[in-house]
């Protein structure tokens, strides 16, 4: 259920994120290398989006059995209901840290609300939300669940698994010229746009940021693969 296979993706992000966990590792490697300052010798273990895999994306507990971490202090079900966010692309470093990835390749994918239909989903979101912004000491009154959800809820899930004492990060990976998705040129218009989402979310300088990675990646060093 939590496993979901995918075709090979012939545009937008999917398609980027594939090329690059599969044919473009040691690109994508660097990156996170840098912000994490790997000492000689560590690498990342790309668990997904494999090819072998079927290009399986992952969500629920199977993405936590794929990276082989349990979560004893606050699980998974308590948090968040079934069918939770499906990972663009996920690994875990040869020092343990979990990686976690959204892949964007141009800007309206910013734009998500709640759709869950139960009540009782709903209520479980938000009190997760909730629990999040509290967590951060945050005081806005801006719903959580409405504009910007997707990334609202991929925050709640970094807090999680900190709360669960996993090492883990959320790497935001942004794709540059993608012409076809009348994508963004440069760098500054993706941080452009992320700082009118913090903006608009209130997020200002709090505590899970320093696990926050962004990853500007141009497709044209992906084309030739």
Known sequence: MGRVPQPEANKG????????VNDKESLFNSFISRTLEFAE?????WLSPRKSDKYAEYRDQAFLDKLEIRLAKIPLEQFWPA???Q?????????GQVLLVEAKSHISELLSSLQAESTESKTKIQKS???TKLALNYHANVDWSQ??????????????LRENNIPAYLVFVYFLNDAEMKGPSTVLEWKGAEQLLHSYLGLGRNKLRKFIIDVYIDVRELQNH
């Open 13 to 20: 992000s999917q398609k980027w994120i594939q090329k690059l």
């Open 41 to 45: 010798g560590e690498s990342i273990n």
């Open 83 to 85: 069918r939770g966010p």
């Open 87 to 95: 990972w663009d692309a996920f690994g875990k470093t040869s020092r």
């Open 129 to 131: 939300l909730e629990a």
């Open 147 to 160: 504009r910007f959800y997707q990334y609202t809820n991929r925050l709640a899930h970094l807090y999680l």
